[in-house]
């Protein structure tokens, strides 16, 4: 999915605390934010809120925090992210690989006490690739199952691969055996959703009725999301209430005078934070993320459908001093796609390393032969104020400028509509963070780079590679199917169609008062296993 950008937050969040103070709306915003900053069972965090809560529709972190706990589907991810039953009591697999039959459990319900069946996943499922829908995930992860494409197409209205034995037995066909079949019906796009609720109107989601650990109680527009446990979940039973403050304060300030629980801590704070010395340190939680943030070429525009072009901007930029100096070394260096920790991370990848002369040279021998006679190159970020020459797109662009003689303009995307509009508005270059979905190479490196995916903003296009990538998805045999991702991420390097800058990490400040806290490699906190010792 991809992963949120926290600086456009933080403009909106300095444009909003200026404005709060001299409206209307202030003291009530204030009762509700102190109401549940008193109360001994509630859970407090600092947040800008979601984009969407449909889940067909949610691909990015912001709207995946909610949307993870609101709802569920088949198959889920356990503490070690292997897919395990969830709404689904178990599966079988036929011995080709490519039906697999659910039997559901008999106990789920609805947050409104209405049972779960067999025509409610299907309808789910048909309902996400519909055209209508507008999901930009459904091709994704529901293109595997046969008749899946024609709907989303708008060529059919029901899914022939998927097939009702009875109120709680569903049968799913794929088009060939795929080991991440299952990864890919955790991921929210696959989750249930109750018709009644969906076509109650346009803006269903904002009352919705899943099936998670949790249930909506509360949303106020721009102050406050409440979660509670929902009585009705077949799991584990969550043991504190979820206070979302949305936009509202310094979110530093918040925590240091207790009025939240759990803090993401920025750059701007990781000194203080990090002090051995400083009140801080023993709060400090370091958990590790499969994320990559990069630089994508736009190959289908001059200059990068020149690979001398791409290797050279590749070879321009310092990462090693761009994360030490503007990322205070929070994260670490990507000279490849798949990160550290993951199933399929080469440590000994041959990434495109910074050496300016070299950079220089590639465009030399480019169909360009010069900076002189490249075309006007436009970056797109996400955002609303300047870029700063101390943040790392800066840097980067003084790297090109110093190194290659380049100047690059930069064009900023209203934040809630970059992700959802990258492909048609991306210029020249684009910067994206992408977060796994589930642990396998394939979320990387097919759904980012395969030709034709929704997600390859780049245009990269192999013959080659997508080969590789149809034989890693039905070798069985673990190591070499981690070989051939691995042949296939070094071909994506040399081709150049993105700058990989670093691998991330979430550091999270937790109050002692707080038990259980933590976020999983994906980013997902697992909110049902907190407890409070106020």
Not at 78 to 102: C, H, M, N
Not at 112 to 140: F, H, M, N, W
Not at 185 to 203: C, H, I, L, Q
Request: with cysteine; net charge negative; proline share 6%.
């Amino acid at each position: 999915m991809i992963k949120k950008h926290s600086y456009q937050f933080l403009i909106l969040l300095v444009i909003l605390t200026l404005i709060l103070p001299v409206t209307s709306s202030c003291a009530n915003l204030k009762n509700t934010i102190e109401s549940t900053y008193t109360d001994k069972n509630t859970l407090s965090l600092w947040d800008s809120g979601p984009l969407t809560l449909d889940p067909a529709i949610s691909s990015e972190m912001s709207s995946h925090l909610y949307v993870m706990q609101i709802y569920s589907g088949l198959v889920k991810f356990d503490s070690q992210l292997k897919p395990v039953p969830d709404i689904a009591e178990r599966w079988e697999i036929s011995d080709e690989g490519k039906t697999y039959t659910f039997y559901l459990r008999k106990d789920v319900k609805f947050q409104d006490g209405r049972k779960v069946k067999a025509q409610d996943i299907k309808y789910s499922l048909e309902r996400a690739c519909q055209p209508s829908t507008g999901s930009q995930t459904a091709s994704t992860y529901l293109g595997d199952i046969v008749g899946a494409e024609e709907v989303i197409a708008g060529k059919a209205s029901n899914i022939k691969g998927i097939k009702i034995v009875d109120d709680y037995t569903i049968q799913i066909d794929i088009d060939a055996p795929k080991a991440y079949f299952l990864s890919k019906m955790a991921y929210p796009t696959a989750f249930v959703v109750d018709k009644d609720n969906v076509e109650s109107g346009r803006d269903w989601w904002k009352k919705p009725n899943g099936t998670g650990p949790y249930r909506l109680a509360k949303w106020e527009e721009g102050s406050l999301i409440l979660l509670e446990p929902n009585k009705y979940f077949y799991g584990t039973m969550g043991k504190v209430r979820v206070a979302f403050h949305l936009l509202s304060g310094i979110p530093m300030s918040l925590y240091e005078t207790g009025k939240i629980d759990v803090l993401e801590v920025s750059k701007s704070y990781i000194d203080r934070v990090s002090d051995k010395a400083g009140p801080f340190h023993d709060q400090l939680h370091i958990f590790p993320e499969f994320s990559l943030h990069y630089i994508g070429f736009n190959i289908s525009k001059p200059p990068f459908d020149d690979i001398y072009v791409r290797q050279a901007f590749c070879h321009a930029v310092n990462k090693e001093r761009i994360i030490k100096i503007t990322q205070k070394g929070m994260c670490a260096e990507a000279n490849g796609i798949i990160p550290q920790g993951m199933p399929g991370f080469n440590p000994n990848v041959a990434g495109l390393q910074y050496d300016p002369q070299k950079a220089r040279d590639l465009l030399a021998k480019s169909k360009y032969k010069s900076a002189a006679n490249l075309p006007e190159i436009t970056i797109t970020v996400p955002g609303w104020g300047g870029v700063d020459v101390e943040d790392y797109l800066g840097a980067a662009i003084l790297d090109w400028k110093n190194n290659l003689g380049v100047s690059v303009r930069v064009r900023l995307l209203d934040p809630n509509a970059f992700h959802y509009n990258l492909m048609e508005e991306a210029d020249e270059m684009y910067v994206l963070g992408w977060i796994a979905d589930y642990p396998d190479p394939q979320n990387f490196l097919d759904t980012l780079f395969s030709s034709g995916s929704d997600y390859n903003i780049s245009h990269f296009a192999s013959k080659d590679f997508d080969t590789l990538l149809r034989q890693a998805a039905s070798e069985q045999n673990y190591e070499r199917r981690m070989a051939i991702y691995q042949q296939a991420e070094q071909l994506v390097i040399d081709q150049a169609p993105v700058l990989p800058l670093w691998f991330g990490r979430n550091y999270v400040l937790v109050s002692p008062e707080v038990k259980g806290y933590t976020i999983d490699p994906l980013g997902v906190p697992r909110f049902y296993l907190v407890s409070l010792d106020r």
